[in-house]
């Protein structure tokens, strides 16, 4: 494999970024097409499991998962197909739609997580504490450029 040190640093990192999401991708779907799931739909429960502490609307949601409103809707539809996700009115104001997982769905991530666990390890293995901690600290301000750029 070429080694790529004659590409600048930051061009190498932005094409690296396409190269890793597009891989990372094909990899949990492969994985997951046991369990029936999409990595769009394994990313959507894991956002609405974890990220809140209330059920997320389809807006905050999409937002956690930087992107549209729309995609989000579409995938929490096939998620409640599946009898993966519930969908209900807000209490409070009925024009918004709080998600929330279904007793099924955790049965699911049961089977999924071992699995997941493997993955993960597989995927960050050989990369030291220091590294990971080095790269989080990266990405979150490459987050936060990202997220003045979409708001400009």
Known sequence: MRDFSDVPTKEF???TLFVIANKLDTLLERELKEFDITSKQWFLSVIVSSVFDEAPTMKEAASQMGCSH?????VALKLKDKGLLKM????KDQRITRM?????????WQ????????FMSQIFEGISKEDMESMRTSFF???GNLERLDNK
């Open 111 to 118: 089977g999924i997580s071992p699995k997941g666990d493997m």
């Open 13 to 15: 990192i932005f094409g």
């Open 88 to 91: 209900e009115k807000d209490q």
């Open 100 to 108: 929330s997982l279904t007793e099924k769905s955790y049965d699911v």
């Open 70 to 74: 729309q995609n989000v809707k579409q």
């Open 141 to 143: 301000k490459i987050m």
